[in-house]
């Protein structure tokens, strides 16, 4: 399916949306601070992307589908640090006050102004690729739990391992870059329970009871995050009972996997029935979410998207962009979950949690 130009409001956000959303979970700033002087919150953020330059100029370098990819990278990198030194000078420059989708908005268009459309491109095949040959260990791990809360819980703890492998993070981009992850040795350290945000217990509750009719899950990362974290849980679901309706992104952003990558990845890891390790797939739906940023404004998705989702009474968003920063309080009217790793020490400062702590809240509704 391809993805109708024109985004619509997500149809499970809580109405009248106006006054029950915002996709951005940490306020830079209140009505009462000066327009013309930026907030604390605000000059901290503005550092955060202005760290991370140094290691997109270094992947837009790299990009060998570029003609002076080297010079571009330079003007990338040259002109995006002067637009957040401009906020820190007038937060209303650019179509500020900034927040974290317009600064990963104006990312996203100085590097395809300057001709680069995937940066990441090379690392993501990469990635995925050994990805793909470790996602039937996963599975035999996982399918040799026989309780079934406990199986919930080691699926949950591959999603937040999965889930490190971030190169918009500017500490991990450097860990990666040194040693690449082992996602095994990821899920057997993360920060110990209760995680800053808790509601595994509710979850498995639940779980344990019955089955949702249909899950949309808006995936984040390519490589371990999306098939060792994410497509583990779906197949899971999917055995349930539940159909799944995955949601990438249209257009390439870091490390984020893309509509045409998860149907490609898909194909690979099925075998020549149609099955996913033993798993019927005809329930499986992969939906282009009509996004192109590493966060997610939900007033703004494909209608593809919005009418494959309107029945759906389990809403997931994954990943610190989407989970986290811009949708941790959406509220739905259905069950949701928010499920990420806290990968910058901001958010782990405004959470009152620690960096690299899960957040894992899910909320039900009764219908």
């Not at 991370?52 to 002076?68: I, M, N, Q």
């Not at 040959?133 to 791990?141: E, K, M, Q």
């Not at 699926?155 to 937040?160: A, E, N, P, Q, Y």
Request: negative net charge.
């Amino acid at each position: 399916m391809e993805s109708s130009s024109e985004l619509v409001p997500f149809p499970l956000l809580m109405t009248p949306i106006e006054s029950n959303y915002r996709a951005c979970t940490i306020p830079y700033r209140f009505p009462s601070d000066n327009p013309r002087k930026p907030t604390p919150t605000e000059l901290s953020w503005i550092d955060l992307f202005l760290n991370s330059v140094p290691s997109f100029r270094k992947r837009a370098e790299s990009d060998t589908t570029v003609p002076d990819a080297h010079i571009r990278a330079e003007k990338f990198a040259q002109r995006y640090s002067e637009v957040l030194e401009d906020f820190k000078k007038d937060p209303e420059s650019h179509g500020g006050p900034p927040d974290c989708i317009l600064l990963c908005r104006l990312r996203e268009q100085l590097l395809r102004e300057l001709g680069f459309r995937d940066i990441f491109k090379k690392v993501k095949d990469e990635e995925n690729a050994k990805a793909i040959s470790l996602f039937g260990d996963v599975i035999r791990l996982n399918d040799t739990i026989e309780d079934d809360e406990k199986r919930a819980e080691n699926l949950v703890r591959g999603i937040f391992a999965g889930n490190i492998f971030d190169l918009g993070s500017a500490q991990l981009a450097e860990v990666f870059a040194k040693d690449g992850m082992s996602f095994l040795a990821s899920c057997q350290n993360l920060v110990p329970r209760p995680w800053v945000i808790d509601d595994l217990d509710k979850f498995k509750l639940r779980w344990s009871k019955k089955s949702w009719k249909k899950a949309v899950i808006f995936v984040d990362n390519s490589g371990a995050d999306v098939i060792l974290g994410i497509l583990p849980f779906a197949r899971e679901l999917l055995r349930r009972g539940t159909q799944v309706v995955l949601a990438a992104n249209d257009l390439p952003s870091i490390n984020d996997v893309t509509y045409p990558e998860l149907i490609e990845i898909i194909a690979k890891l099925k075998d020549e029935n149609g099955q996913l390790m033993g798993v019927d797939t005809s329930n499986l739906l992969i939906a282009n979410s009509g996004n192109d940023l590493p966060v997610i404004d939900l007033t703004r998705v494909s209608q593809e998207l919005a009418y494959l989702a309107s029945d759906a009474d389990l809403v997931v968003l994954e990943g610190m962009g989407r989970g986290i920063e811009t949708n941790l309080y959406a509220q739905f009217k259905c069950n949701s979950l928010k499920i990420g790793m806290v990968k910058h020490p901001e958010v782990a400062q405004f959470l009152g949690g620690r960096l690299y702590d899960c957040v894992f809240k899910y909320n039900e509704v009764s219908i």
